[in-house]
C-alpha cells in the first residue's frame, strides 16, 4: 500500500473544496477503491472521506418521484418501501448485487461510479488503455468472456458492472452534482456514462472534483410491470454476463410503453430506443419480441471468448418480455 493523506468532510462543501487534483479521491463505502488500491490499480495521494456527509436520506419529491441521497447504502435503498412499491425493479437489481454484507456498506452514488471488473484492468502486468492511455487493450485478442459486446471500441471492450445502474436507467434516473466552485448541475443517467471511444480512460462527464450529492427518480408509472433478470455464473456474489431491466404497461391487449436497459452487455447501462419502439403499440407475440432483440443486437460483436452473449442477450429478452407482458 503506498502512503496517502486522508481528510474527513463534513458538508458537501468541504468534501469538493478538499479535493484538490487528479491524484485525490472521495471515498465512502470504499468497496471498490480499496480493492483497487491494494491492487495499485488506484494510487491516490490523497484520499477525501465524504461517509459522515448528511446525505443518507430518501425523500418523496413534489411530483411524487423519490430523492435518494448519495450515501444512503445500497441496503436501506432496497429496503425502503417507497422503493419497493413504486420501483420494484431497484429493489431486484439491488438485491442481485454483491452480497449483503458489501451491500451495508456500498453507497448509491459509489455504486454508480465502481469500476469495470475487466481482469486486464485490475493486472498492473498488462497493458491496459484504461489503466495507462495508450499502452492497448488485452482483452482484445485475450481472454474476454465478461466483457461487452457492444458499444466497445478498438481500444476497450470492458463492461460496467452495476446492477443498479442498469434498474436506475430504466427508470430515467437523474443525477445531482456538486462542483468544487459551488455550481450544482442536474445530468441525466443516459448522459452521465461515456462510450470508449479513444478515451476509455474517461468513463463518465464528472469534472475533477465534482461530487455526486443526490439521485433524482421520476414518479411511478402507474399500472406499471416491473423485471430485473440477472444471468450469471453462480447465483449470488457474481456479476451480470447478461442482465436486463424492464418496465412495461399493457392496454387493450397491446404493449403500451416499454423501457428496458441491460448490464454485461456494454461499458454502460445500454438502453436502446429501437428495440423499445420495436415492442410499443404491438400486441405480445413472440415475433414482436424477437424484433426487439433483432433492434438491440443489430450492431453486437463479439471478440471470441464472450460470443455466446449476443444468443444469451436474445434469449434472456424475450424471456422477460414473455414474463412482462403474461405471454
Same mark, same amino acid.
Given at each position: 500500500m503506498k502512503t496517502f493523506i486522508y481528510e474527513r468532510a463534513m458538508t458537501p462543501e468541504n468534501a469538493v473544496r478538499d479535493i484538490d487534483g487528479a491524484s485525490a479521491k472521495f471515498i465512502a463505502g470504499g468497496t471498490n477503491l480499496l480493492d483497487l488500491m491494494k491492487?495499485?490499480?488506484?494510487?491516490?495521494?490523497?484520499?477525501?472521506?465524504?461517509?459522515?456527509?448528511p446525505l443518507g436520506e430518501i425523500e418523496r419529491t413534489a411530483d411524487g418521484g423519490l430523492t435518494i441521497g448519495a450515501m444512503v447504502p445500497n441496503s436501506d435503498l432496497a429496503a425502503d418501501d417507497r422503493v419497493i412499491d413504486g420501483y420494484e425493479?431497484?429493489?431486484? $437489481?439491488?438485491? =442481485?448485487g454483491a452480497s449483503g454484507q458489501l451491500r451495508n456498506k456500498a453507497t448509491t452514488g459509489g455504486n454508480l461510479l465502481q469500476r469495470t471488473r475487466c481482469y486486464y484492468f485490475c493486472d498492473t502486468a498488462t497493458p491496459c488503455n484504461k489503466r495507462e492511455p495508450g499502452s492497448g487493450c488485452s482483452a482484445i485478442g485475450g481472454f474476454n468472456r465478461i466483457l461487452a459486446v457492444l458499444g466497445t471500441s478498438e481500444h476497450c471492450i470492458a463492461t460496467h458492472p452495476s446492477d443498479m445502474a442498469v434498474a436506475m436507467r430504466a427508470l430515467d434516473a437523474t443525477l445531482v452534482t456538486l462542483k468544487p466552485d459551488g455550481d450544482k448541475r442536474r445530468i441525466a443517467l443516459g448522459d452521465f456514462y461515456r462510450l470508449p471511444g479513444g478515451t476509455p480512460e474517461i468513463e463518465t462527464v464528472l469534472e475533477p472534483g465534482e461530487l455526486i450529492t443526490h439521485v433524482e427518480l421520476p414518479a411511478p408509472v402507474v399500472g406499471a410491470r416491473h423485471i430485473y433478470r440477472k444471468v450469471r455464473d453462480r $447465483?449470488?456474489? =457474481?456479476?451480470?454476463?447478461?442482465?436486463?431491466a424492464g418496465i412495461v404497461t399493457m392496454a387493450d391487449g397491446r404493449i403500451a410503453t416499454a423501457a428496458l436497459a441491460f448490464g454485461g452487455l456494454a461499458p454502460m447501462p445500454w438502453r436502446d430506443a429501437a428495440a423499445e419502439a420495436a415492442l410499443v403499440g404491438n400486441e405480445p407475440t413472440t415475433a414482436v419480441f424477437e424484433a426487439a432483440a433483432d433492434a438491440l443486437l443489430a450492431d453486437a460483436r463479439g471478440f471470441g471468448a464472450n460470443d455466446f452473449k449476443i444468443p444469451l442477450a436474445r434469449r434472456t429478452l424475450i424471456a422477460c418480455l414473455r414474463d412482462l407482458t403474461g405471454n
Open positions: 491492487l495499485q490499480v488506484e494510487t491516490p495521494a490523497k484520499l477525501v472521506d465524504i461517509s459522515r456527509l425493479v431497484l429493489a431486484r $437489481a439491488l438485491l =442481485a $447465483a449470488s456474489y =457474481a456479476f451480470a454476463l447478461v442482465s436486463v
